[in-house]
């Protein structure tokens, strides 16, 4: 069946350290996107990217980086300068343009101690 | 003000019970989507619609452009409803989210 696996489900990592969430895609979907969801707010883009080799900027992407080296994958890196990296996680794709709907991850909890 | 604001925040019901939520909107959009999303953080896309009314099930969602308005409608609740019910729309080529609808069903 087609759909977006992240991994992992949950994530526990030192301050200060980097760490790297998953985000594979098998819908052949253009388009995905990092969403960062915190308790009592709406979910807030990070990264997004519409094709290959390129992506860009969300409202919250300080301390965040991403690449689109293939298709199927936009791994997002949680940096050290990223000052309140505990949060959940969500990666979503698209076939792209904003008539389409959208395919969700299972999400990944990160708590950084 | 918030560009997607959801009502209720938090909603309870019996089993059986007809329920409604509501959103509205401030922004040109192109699609309105109604997701759901369980205690185990998932989403699924319940609807994604630009105009008129849209039927699934039990669910019915429905969009005023007019008016800014969208409301998700859920006929004989059951307790496995129980969810988080998040509206988002379409701008340009991102989502805005709502901070969504905590629903419990009771049986």
């Known amino acids: 069946d087609g759909g977006i696996t992240q991994s992992p489900k949950y994530l526990f990592r030192k301050e200060g350290q980097n760490v790297t969430l998953s985000c594979e895609q098998n819908?052949?979907?253009?388009?995905m996107y990092w969403y960062r969801q915190d308790p009592g707010q709406g979910l807030r883009l990070i990264y997004y990217?519409?094709?290959?080799?390129?992506?860009q900027k969300g409202d919250i992407a300080e301390g965040y980086s991403v690449s689109r080296e293939k298709k199927e994958s936009f791994p997002l890196t949680v940096t050290s300068a990223q000052k309140n990296p505990t949060a959940f996680y969500l990666c979503?794709?698209?076939?792209?343009?904003?008539?389409?709907?959208?395919?969700f991850g299972s999400g990944t909890r990160l708590t950084v101690v | 003000k918030n560009e997607v604001e959801q009502s209720p925040q938090n909603l309870t019901a019996q089993e059986g019970e007809f329920i409604t939520i509501n959103c509205s909107y401030s922004?040109?959009?192109?699609?309105l989507h109604w997701l759901q999303q369980h205690p185990g953080g998932g989403i699924v896309s319940l609807f994604m619609l630009s105009s008129g009314k849209k039927k699934h099930g039990r669910l019915i969602a429905t969009i005023n452009i007019q008016e800014k308005h969208s409301s998700l409608h859920i006929t004989a609740s059951h307790p496995r409803d129980s969810a988080v019910y998040i509206c988002?729309?379409?701008?340009?080529?991102?989502?805005?989210f709502g901070t969504g609808t905590r629903l419990q069903v009771f049986p």
């Open positions: 979503a794709s698209s076939p792209g343009g904003s008539n389409y709907g959208y395919t």
């Open positions: 990217s519409q094709i290959v080799n390129d992506f």
């Open positions: 819908l052949n979907h253009d388009a």
């Open positions: 922004v040109g959009i192109s699609a």
């Open positions: 988002a729309v379409s701008n340009t080529d991102k989502l805005i």
